[in-house]
Nanobody, 119 residues
Framework: QVHLVESGGGLVQPGGSLRLSCTTS????????MAWYRQVPGKQRELVAK???????NYAESVKGRFTISRDNAMSTVYLQMSSLKPEDTARYYC?????????????WGQGTQVTVSS
């Protein structure tokens, strides 16, 4: 059974930092593309950052230069280091694992962790 468990969310003041973690089990972590998404109530879930199995990363324009995604294959964990946080970063953050193989998507999600940026 596949599990993705996010942690590290919380309340932080504008300008502050947080590091989110997503620990996985039940998948061969190293071959999956990992990503962080976020969602605000009433809006679509949006991609924040992703990192391929080859360690190539991409970011949403709104977080470039402030957020860094990384992965530790030995720990089957992906991280999102968030700095210079803004109130508009407030959302529930979700971890995603994706592999496309033989025209089939192996697509898994965590339950999310809440990040609130407020003074």
């Amino acid at each position: 059974q596949v599990h993705l468990v996010e942690s590290g969310g919380g309340l932080v003041q504008p300008g502050g930092s947080l590091r989110l973690s997503c620990t996985t089990s039940g998948i061969t972590f190293s071959i999956y593309e990992m990503a962080w998404y976020r969602q605000v109530p009433g809006k679509q879930r949006e991609l924040v950052a992703k990192i391929t199995s080859e360690q190539t990363s991409n970011y949403a324009e709104s977080v470039k230069g402030r957020f860094t995604i990384s992965r530790d294959n030995a720990m089957s964990t992906v991280y999102l280091q968030m700095s210079s946080l803004k109130p508009e970063d407030t959302a529930r953050y979700y971890c995603n694992a994706l592999r496309v193989y033989n025209w089939r998507n192996y697509d898994y999600w965590g339950q999310g962790t809440q990040v609130t940026v407020s003074s």
